[in-house]
C-alpha cells in the first residue's frame, strides 16, 4: 500500500491527546503510525487535511499546529454533523486516518518584515492559530503582531489554555471579545468588526488576516476597508465544502478555481476577480 | 494487421462470443423502455437500433466503487484499545464495451483531463480506463436532441474508442483506433476491410450531413461569465427544473461524486459515488451558508462549468459531447442548447447596450 501514490488513502494516525475547548469543539493531538512518514510529513501554515472517524467518513479541517512544532498534528473540530459528532467521540489511543497536507497555505514569506493583525472568529481561529505560533516562533522576520480573536461568549473561546500566554507576551497585542456581558468577563465586549475599528490597527505595511463565519467576514471586511486596507492586504481563508481535496470531486469550486487545491487561502484582491458565489 | 477490417452482420454474434471469452463483454440491453449497459448474455441480442439511454460511463467510473476496506480489531496486548486495518481495493480484469455511440465514448476524454492529468492521477478511474476497451458503433443518422457537431465530434467521432465501427453494407467496416483495439480485430470472423472504404467514407459524410448547421460555441466561455450576475436571466432559465438530478447522472460527461463510509459490523468500506450539482446539499456549509441556495444558482454552475469553466482549465475543450440525454431525459423540457444559446445572445446584447433579443 502506497499512501503517495493513491490520493485517496489515509494514512494511519493515532490520537495521543484530546482537549475539550469549548461545549462544541474538541481538539486533537494525531501523529502518524508510520514513523517514517512522521518524520517526512511537511507543510505550511493555513494547509488543510482530511480527517478520518472510521465508519463515519472524513472531514477538511485545518492543520492548527505550525509546522515549528511537529511532534504531532494538531485539528481542532466544531462538532456540526455526522463526521464531526463520531470524531468527538474518540479518545487518546484511538485510531483515526489523516490525507493531508492539502490545499495552499497562507503567504508567510512575503509577509516578512510587515506588521499583522490577525482577527478570528469562533472556529476561525483554527487556521490563524497555526500562522501565530508560526509567526511567534520566527518573531524576528515579522513587525507587530496583534490578534483580535472574538468569540459569542466565554464558554465558546477555544485554546483557553494558550490565552494567558497571549495576552501575557510582551511581543503580541492580544484583545479578546464576546458579544454580550458575561459574569467575570474581564475583556472587551462586542461584536468584532467594532473592536477591530477601536484597535484600529495601521493599515501602512501591514497585512490583515481573518477568518470566522461569512457574516462575520462581510462586516470585518467593511471595517478594515474604513481603516484603509487595501484588497491585497486583506488575506482569508474559505470553507466550502469538501470531499476529494484533490479538485476532483467538484464540490468546491468557484468558477475555475478549487477551493481545495488553489485555496483556501485567498486575499481579497483575488477573491474579487472570481465570480461572484461566496 | 491490417487497421480496417469487414464485420459481416452475420457474424456479429460469434465475434461477440469470441470476444466474451477473453474478456468481460458489457453490451447495451433493452429494459423496459430503457437500454442500459450490462453484461453480454449469448441468448440475448445486444440492442443497438438507437443509442443507449444511460450512456456507458459506468463502465470506467462506477455509480458506487469501494476505495477501500477497513476493520476494527481488538488490540491484544490492550483489549480497550481498537485497532483498524485497511485495505485498498483496485479494480482489476479486462472489459471491452460493444456499442456505445461516438458521444459516449467521447465522453472518456473529458474525464481523462482531469482524473489522468499530470498533476493528479486517480488509480482507480486509471486502472479502469486502461482496462477497458471501446467498440463504438458510429451513428448512422443525427437524434432530435443530438447537437455533437457543436462541440467539435460528429457521429463518426472515434475519439475515447479503441474501434469504430461505420455501418456498410451488410455489417460494418471496423476501424482500429488505438493498439488494442486493432488487436480485437485479429479474428478469423472478419474479413478484409480495403474494399468498404469508400463506402464507410460516404457513410461518415451523410451521418454528417443530417445534422443541423452547428452553432458557433466559441463566445460561450465569455459569454457565460459575463451573465453570471445576472440572476434575472438564471432564474428565467431554471424556472421549470424540478432539481431532479435526472440530466447529471445520465451525462456521459459529468463526474462530480461523493465519499462515503459504509459499515457492516466491525468492518466497512469506504465509497465513491456520483454525486449531483443540481441538489441543494451539494455546496451546503456547515455553518448553514449555502453558495448555490437556488436551482438557479446551481443550473448556472452545471452550464457554466461544460461550457466556460472547464474550457477555460483544459484549453478549450468543452465538457459536453452534445449526446443529447439531459434535454431528452429531463422531465421539464429544459434545453441545455437553448440556455448556451441565449447566454450568448444575452451577453452580446448586454455588451451592445441593449438588454432584449435573445433566442430563447
Ligand atoms: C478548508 C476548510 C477548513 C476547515 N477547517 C475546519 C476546522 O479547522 N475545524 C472545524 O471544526 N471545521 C473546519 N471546517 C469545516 C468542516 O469541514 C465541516 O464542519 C465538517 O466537514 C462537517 O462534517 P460533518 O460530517 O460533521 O457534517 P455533515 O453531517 O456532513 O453535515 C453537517 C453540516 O455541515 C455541512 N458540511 C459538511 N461537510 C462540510 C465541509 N467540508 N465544509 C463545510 N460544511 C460542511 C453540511 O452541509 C451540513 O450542513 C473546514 C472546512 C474547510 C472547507
Ligand atoms: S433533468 Fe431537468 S428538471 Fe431535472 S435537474 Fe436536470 S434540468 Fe432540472
Ligand atoms: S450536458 Fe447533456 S448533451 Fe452534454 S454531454 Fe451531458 S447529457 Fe449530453
Ligand atoms: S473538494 Fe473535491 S474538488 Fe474540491
New interface residues.
Given amino acids: 500500500m502506497s499512501c503517495s501514490v493513491n490520493p485517496y488513502l489515509p494514512d494511519m494516525a493515532t490520537i495521543l491527546e484530546t482537549v475539550q475547548e469549548t461545549p462544541n469543539i474538541k481538539t486533537f493531538r494525531v501523529r502518524l503510525d508510520n514513523p517514517d512518514r512522521m518524520a517526512a510529513f511537511r507543510f505550511q501554515p493555513g494547509q488543510v487535511g482530511q480527517l478520518t472517524s472510521f465508519g463515519a467518513g472524513e472531514s477538511t479541517f485545518v492543520i492548527n499546529s505550525p509546522p515549528t512544532r511537529m511532534d504531532y498534528l494538531q485539528f481542532s473540530v466544531m462538532r456540526a454533523g455526522e463526521v464531526t459528532s463520531s470524531l468527538h467521540g474518540l479518545k487518546a489511543g484511538d485510531k483515526v486516518g489523516v490525507r493531508a497536507p492539502l490545499g495552499n497555505h497562507f503567504p508567510y514569506e512575503s509577509m516578512k518584515g510587515k506588521d499583522v493583525v490577525f482577527i478570528g472568529g469562533g472556529i476561525g481561529m483554527a487556521p490563524l492559530r497555526t500562522l501565530l505560533l508560526f509567526m511567534l516562533d520566527n518573531r524576528k522576520d515579522y513587525g507587530s503582531i496583534s490578534l483580535l480573536y472574538g468569540a459569542r461568549s466565554p464558554e465558546d473561546m477555544a485554546f483557553r489554555d494558550e490565552l494567558p500566554e497571549w495576552l501575557s507576551r510582551k511581543d503580541l497585542n492580544t484583545v479578546l471579545t464576546i458579544d454580550r456581558e458575561a459574569p467575570g468577563w474581564e475583556h472587551r465586549v462586542g461584536l468584532i468588526p467594532n473592536v477591530l475599528r477601536e484597535m484600529a490597527p495601521k493599515a501602512e505595511n501591514c497585512v490583515a488576516i481573518t477568518c470566522g463565519p461569512p457574516i462575520m467576514i462581510k462586516f470585518t471586511l467593511q471595517a478594515l476597508k474604513e481603516l484603509g486596507f487595501a484588497d491585497d492586504q486583506i488575506v482569508t481563508t474559505l470553507e466550502k465544502r469538501m470531499k476529494c481535496g484533490v479538485g476532483l470531486c467538484g464540490r468546491c469550486n468557484i468558477g475555475g478555481k478549487y477551493v481545495c487545491v488553489d485555496g483556501p487561502v485567498f486575499t481579497y484582491a483575488q477573491l474579487k476577480e472570481l465570480p461572484n458565489e461566496l | 494487421m491490417e487497421s480496417s477490417r469487414y464485420l459481416p452482420e452475420a457474424s456479429l454474434d460469434a465475434w461477440l462470443g469470441e470476444l466474451a471469452s477473453s474478456h468481460e463483454l458489457i453490451v447495451p440491453r433493452r429494459e423496459g423502455d430503457a437500454i442500459v449497459f450490462g453484461p453480454y448474455d449469448p441468448a440475448v441480442s445486444p440492442d443497438i437500433s438507437r443509442d443507449a439511454t444511460a450512456p456507458p460511463k459506468s463502465t470506467v467510473f462506477p455509480a458506487c466503487e469501494e476505495?477501500?476496506r477497513?476493520s476494527?480489531v481488538k488490540d491484544a496486548d490492550d483489549p480497550s484499545?481498537?485497532?483498524?486495518r485497511?485495505?485498498?481495493v483496485m479494480p482489476s480484469g479486462s472489459r471491452v464495451v460493444f456499442g456505445a455511440r461516438p458521444c459516449g465514448t467521447r465522453g472518456f476524454t473529458v474525464y481523462d483531463r482531469?482524473?489522468d492529468a499530470p498533476?493528479?492521477?486517480?488509480?482507480?478511474y486509471v486502472a479502469r480506463r486502461q482496462n477497458t476497451l471501446f467498440v463504438t458503433l458510429a451513428c448512422s443518422e443525427a437524434g432530435s436532441a443530438c447537437f455533437c457537431h457543436w462541440v467539435g465530434s460528429g457521429p463518426a467521432d472515434a475519439s475515447g474508442s479503441d474501434v469504430l465501427l461505420v455501418p456498410v453494407k451488410g455489417g460494418w467496416l471496423a476501424e482500429g483506433v488505438s493498439d488494442k483495439g486493432r488487436e480485437l480485430l485479429d479474428s478469423p470472423l472478419l474479413a478484409p476491410g480495403d474494399k468498404y472504404a469508400g463506402e464507410a467514407k460516404a457513410a461518415k459524410a451523410k451521418a454528417m450531413e443530417s445534422l443541423e448547421s452547428a452553432a458557433d460555441l466559441k463566445p460561450a466561455p465569455e459569454s457565460l461569465?459575463a451573465v453570471?450576475?445576472d440572476m434575472e436571466f438564471w432564474n428565467r432559465m431554471s424556472a421549470k427544473c424540478i432539481s431532479c438530478g435526472a440530466c447529471t447522472y445520465l451525462c456521459p460527461t459529468c463526474?462530480?461524486?461523493?465519499?462515503?463510509?459504509e459499515?457492516k459490523g466491525m468492518e466497512?468500506s469506504?465509497l465513491?459515488t456520483w454525486?449531483n450539482?443540481m441538489s441543494f446539499q451539494?455546496?451546503?456549509?456547515?455553518?448553514g451558508?449555502n453558495?448555490?441556495p437556488t436551482k438557479a444558482?446551481r443550473l448556472k454552475?452545471r452550464v457554466?462549468?461544460k461550457f466556460?469553466?472547464?474550457p477555460?482549465?483544459h484549453g478549450g475543450a468543452i465538457a459536453c459531447c452534445g449526446c443529447g440525454r439531459c434535454i431528452k431525459s429531463c422531465p421539464a423540457g429544459v434545453d441545455i442548447r437553448q440556455i448556451v444559446l441565449a447566454a450568448m445572445d444575452r451577453a452580446k446584447a448586454t455588451s451592445q447596450g441593449n438588454t432584449t433579443g435573445e433566442r430563447a
Fill in positions: 476505495l477501500m477497513y476494527s484499545r481498537t485497532l483498524v485497511m485495505e485498498e482531469v482524473f498533476a493528479m492521477h486517480d488509480p482507480y461569465l453570471f450576475d463526474y462530480c461524486f461523493n465519499i462515503t463510509d459499515n466497512g469506504r465513491r454525486d450539482c451539494f455546496t451546503l456549509e456547515a455553518s451558508h453558495p448555490r444558482h454552475n457554466g462549468h466556460s469553466y472547464y477555460g482549465l
